[in-house]
């Protein structure tokens, strides 16, 4: 059997009809892929800047914070010099506070300390009380420990607002 110049023609037009569907089909399936990578490249675009702009708006509350609160602590401390100038001129400033005043406040103080503690909690005692010896606190060292204990708590709730300002979802762009 001998096959004529048309019959070749006709299995190379087949042939390269199934070429040119072939190549049409992988370009079609590279498109989509395309289309599909630059969609899921804009959405990671779109969560980086957010990430990075909720990133950037912490740290200025952070540096804010630390800032005040640097503030706050010299303030504090020239408050206490301010004190201990006045103070030593005080011929009560020796007077002890009654015992019970001072027990319970270090054991308000060991109580504060246990619930801040996130660890080993076999290691708190929960009662914070166990043989505690006789200290003895003036009423001039309660003076000076006033103005820093109200710092340190005013620092603390300054740190607690900024933290609930960071949890709040900034205002959309």
Not at 37 to 49: E, F, G, R, V, W
Not at 79 to 91: A, C, G, M, Q, S
Not at 128 to 143: D, E, S, W
Request: proline letters at 3%; charged letters at 25%.
């Amino acid at each position: 059997m001998k096959f004529d110049k048309s019959f070749w023609l006709f299995i190379m037009v087949v042939g390269m009809g199934w070429w040119v569907v072939t190549v049409h089909d992988n370009n079609k399936l590279l498109e989509k892929e395309n289309e599909r990578l630059q969609k899921d490249n804009t959405n990671q675009s779109k969560i980086i800047a957010s990430q990075s702009f909720e990133f950037n708006r912490i740290n200025q509350l952070t540096t804010t914070t630390y800032r005040n609160g640097l503030l706050s602590e010299a303030k504090s401390q020239e408050k206490v010099i301010e004190y201990r100038t006045i103070l030593k001129k005080e011929p009560t400033c020796d007077l002890v506070v009654p015992q019970f005043v001072t027990d319970g406040l270090l054991n308000y103080t060991y109580r504060l300390r246990a619930s801040t503690l996130y660890g080993n909690p076999e290691r708190i005692d929960a009662a914070g009380v166990g043989a505690i010896t006789a200290r003895k606190l003036t009423y001039c060292q309660a003076i000076e420990w006033i103005d820093p204990l109200l710092k340190t708590i005013d620092k603390a709730n300054t740190q607690l607002d900024a933290i609930e300002q960071a949890k709040k979802k900034p205002p959309a762009n």
